[in-house]
């Protein structure tokens, strides 16, 4: 086997930790891996969480995550970095200051609540995503819950998707990209700077194993912005990468279980 001499892109994501694997940190640092890059990350909460639900969690103070954000940034480099669970007001607005002062591309995952429909931001903290998130992301990937939560529109179809994506550009995000994994049909997502408009679409796979898709979808989106694509191949590959994960996700526990991030191993194999 050949040995890597040169050194990968480096992504970094800043968000809370998943203890049952599935998401947070941990699915960003195994879609990261699994896509060619070098993941690093800064922890902004810690959750006690399984295939059923969360059952708590506790934010970092800022200090702590601004420390990890400038350790990592100032010594190794970043190529890209996407957000997740920031939990509240203070910890949006730490982050997004830190964001601004960095010369890479910024995914936006703006985390409300769970799979389970657990809250994972605090109410107050909407307004700082609004105004101070949103503003420095080179994309911004809400779901459709999200979208409501933020701009008060409620969608139901394609037509109100545009509307959603709409609204979200209006914050300041260069690129919005519209999930609209909860409508019925295939799974359909919008990605538009205003004025070209990229559908993507793929088939609705019959597997409730989809713990996870929203933070995978972001970071494989970081990793291909790092890899030196620009944002529609980015977001078109990492579409890809995520339905092949939610068609081979697995159960586990007695829940709700993950996508498999290593399923493009798995096939090769």
Not at 26 to 48: C, E, I, P
Not at 107 to 133: F, N
Not at 142 to 157: I, K, S
Not at 200 to 226: E, F, K, W
Request: hydrophobic letters at 45%.
């Amino acid at each position: 086997m050949p040995i890597r001499t040169a050194v990968p892109p480096r992504v970094l994501t800043v968000a809370g930790s998943d203890s049952g694997g599935g998401a947070g940190i941990q699915a960003d640092l195994k879609t990261m891996l699994a896509l060619g890059v070098h993941g690093m990350s800064v922890l902004t909460a810690v959750t006690a969480q399984n295939s059923l639900g969360v059952q708590g969690a506790w934010e970092l103070p800022v200090d702590a995550v601004r420390a990890q954000y400038r350790s990592v940034v100032d010594d190794i480099g970043v190529q890209a970095v996407k957000t997740g669970m920031l939990a509240s007001a203070a910890l949006v607005e730490t982050v997004a200051g830190l964001l601004a002062g960095t010369d890479a591309p910024v995914v936006v995952d703006p985390v409300g609540v769970s799979k389970h429909g657990d809250a994972l931001l605090a109410a107050e903290a909407l307004d700082s995503v609004r105004t101070k998130l949103l503003p420095v992301a080179t994309v911004a990937t809400p779901n459709l819950d999200e979208v409501a939560q933020l701009t008060g529109v409620a969608v139901t179809d394609e037509d109100g998707m545009r509307r959603a994506a709409e609204e979200i550009l209006a914050f300041g995000p260069r690129w919005a990209l519209i999930k609209g994994g909860h409508l019925p049909g295939d799974a359909v997502d919008l990605l538009t700077d205003g004025s070209a408009e990229h559908w993507l679409r793929a088939p609705r796979y019959d597997n409730r194993h989809t713990h996870g898709t929203g933070c995978t979808l972001a970071s494989a989106i970081a990793s291909g912005l790092a890899l030196g694509q620009d944002v529609p191949t980015a977001v078109e590959g990492a579409k890809a990468y995520v339905t092949g994960a939610i068609r081979a996700g697995f159960a586990l526990g007695g829940g709700i279980g993950p996508v498999d991030h290593g399923w493009r191993t798995r096939l090769a194999e």
